[in-house]
């Protein structure tokens, strides 16, 4: 029988999801829907030295915001689901919450000779490091030094069952077998073979706090969860060994494994970190995140991104649909996505791009749409103004735009006239020659502003018909209309503005 398909993403909670993550829970996603199966969020915090308070709901507020909408483990509210119920049999989804779960999986590896139960204290171990670098070389707990060290495998029976007893800051650590090589496939890389020798004996779980490692918590959950896929990126392919062989020790039925690419810095080969876009001016992350020390680091959502492009640029970094098409809403992704198609070697991030696709994508938007986003964005700038009007101002500058926000940088004098003017255009265009042209020119204007102006005048025929210098006068009134030399053409800020505003704003930068 075909098992039904369910991923999952399992982020730790340590930090904001890097835009590398919310790759990989689209990639889950997309997956999970094309084949009609479910997608699950999985907490993974038994590391808590690493918690970070508010990374948890960072990291679903930014899911939410991508559209990527879980089907088990968060509610529709956007809360870790806590207890189990017919729509989340397998709650509770955050693993500091199972705690109970994990010890018997990893006695139960005891038990097989798969495991056993490690006694050293880390004063110990950091002595070993440290004798080992003295030699030149690296301390390594696995089949060489097992032998003779303080655990299971080393001690009397009776020694064993006192320290287990007495004692607290004992762990279990897989026995990584010796001289084995572990024949392994992922849907990505192919087939990946690896000799055991290399491999260190993995704590798995910790008697100091009760708490599994990653290792079990996530196999173990795996298995539980009944997970068929596992989809993440490239740097968990070093734990796959261990990973094939938990599933062998527990005698499960292993999940398919697919390692994504890294995603890499606009240049060079480096991996994109998280530290890349405060330097190099890009966001590294969905959503804003302010760390709990107070540092700020930026976001697509608050630097004016679509989600929809954001998710479309991310899709595409790492997975090629093997045709010229890059516009993909979130339907075609589902339907076109596969992991046969993702590339093996790292995707290089670039920003231009992304703001191509926002681009993209505002010019897909109606101008009703744009106005209604664009109105929230004048409002904060203290202007209300008639929705029709905005509408109009979209229309005419849209072509412009990567941001809705450009629309208020690029020609804010479409709602509020400029108070200042830009000082050497003055000197440049305001002169004995233009004066008289500019007095002529809003009164012409003002001829023009009946209630119900037929069209709207044509300013450049006007001062052509006048035998005036056309560019020195052209670039005049442009001073007049907007404050500096540079902005929209004349006729259609005119078109937008209107004849009496234009008058205006002449009549004041001749009386400024
Ligand atoms: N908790 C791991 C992480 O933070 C999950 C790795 C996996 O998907 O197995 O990425």
Redesign the pocket.
Known sequence: MTRRTRV?????P?GPLHMG?VR?ALYNYLYAKQKGGDFIIRI?DTDSHRFVPGAEQYIIEALRWCGIIPDEGVDAEGHVVEEASERHPHAPYRQSQRRGIYRKYAEQLVQGGFAYYAFDSSESLDAERKAAEAKGQTFIYNWQTRGRLRNSLTLPVEEVARLLEETTDWTVRFKMPEGRVVEMDDIIRGHISVDTATLDDKVLWKRADELPT?HLA?IVD?HLMEITE?I??E??LP?LPLHYLLYEAFGWERPAFAHLPLLLKPVGNGKLSKRDGDKMGFPVFPLRWVSPEGETSRGYREDGYFPEAFVNMLALLGWNPGTEQEIFSMAELIEAFSLEKVGKSGAKFNPEKAKWFNREYLRMKSDAELAGLYSEVLAAHGVSAPPEYVEKVVGVIKDRATFVEDFWTAAPYLFVAPSGFVEKDVAKFLTPETTPCLTEVADWLNSHSGPHPESTPDIESHVRDNGWPMGKVMNAIRLALTGSASGLGIHEILSLIGPAEASRRISYLLNH
Request: proline share 6%; aromatic share 16%; hydrophobic share 20%.
């Open positions: 999952r993403f399992a982020p730790s340590t993550g990989t993974e990653y996530n795996d596992v993440r990126g740097e968990w734990s």
